[in-house]
């Protein structure tokens, strides 16, 4: 089992940029593979990113390339969301997400974490 906590999130002006975090607890976060989830308001949760435990990303939206970078250090049990040129519409609760065998687009991940605010004034 793997408790999931994100944090970094905040308010930021368009063009601007965020790190958002989520701590892992466990000694196997380095199995896991990792996805990164968000839910703007009046819409549904969405897959943005993931990366399974070798490395290997995956992609959903369209809108984010470019501009997001998912990366994990499996020493410090930490995933990462770089979020550059930050747009308004990507102002959503953020939520990190871990299961042990399926990844990315139509996975039910198995944990979860609490989410973190992302706001992008215009």
């Known amino acids: 089992q793997v408790q999931l906590v994100e944090s970094g999130g905040g308010l930021v002006q368009a063009g601007g940029s965020l790190r958002l975090s989520c701590a892992a607890s466990?000694?196997?976060?380095?199995?896991?593979?990792m996805g990164w989830f968000r839910q703007a308001p009046g819409k549904e949760r969405e897959f943005v990113v993931g990366?399974?435990?070798?490395?290997?990303?995956?992609y959903l939206v369209d809108s984010v390339k470019g501009r997001f970078t998912i990366s994990r250090d499996n020493a410090k049990n930490t995933l990462y969301l770089q979020m550059n040129s930050l747009k308004p519409e990507d102002t959503a609760v953020y939520y990190c997400?871990?299961?042990?065998?399926?990844?990315?687009?139509?996975?039910?991940?198995?944990?979860w974490g609490q989410g973190t605010q992302v706001t992008v004034s215009s």
């Open positions: 466990g000694r196997t976060f380095g199995t896991y593979n």
């Open positions: 990366i399974r435990w070798s490395g290997g990303i995956t």
């Open positions: 997400a871990a299961d042990p065998d399926c990844s990315g687009y139509g996975c039910l991940y198995d944990y």
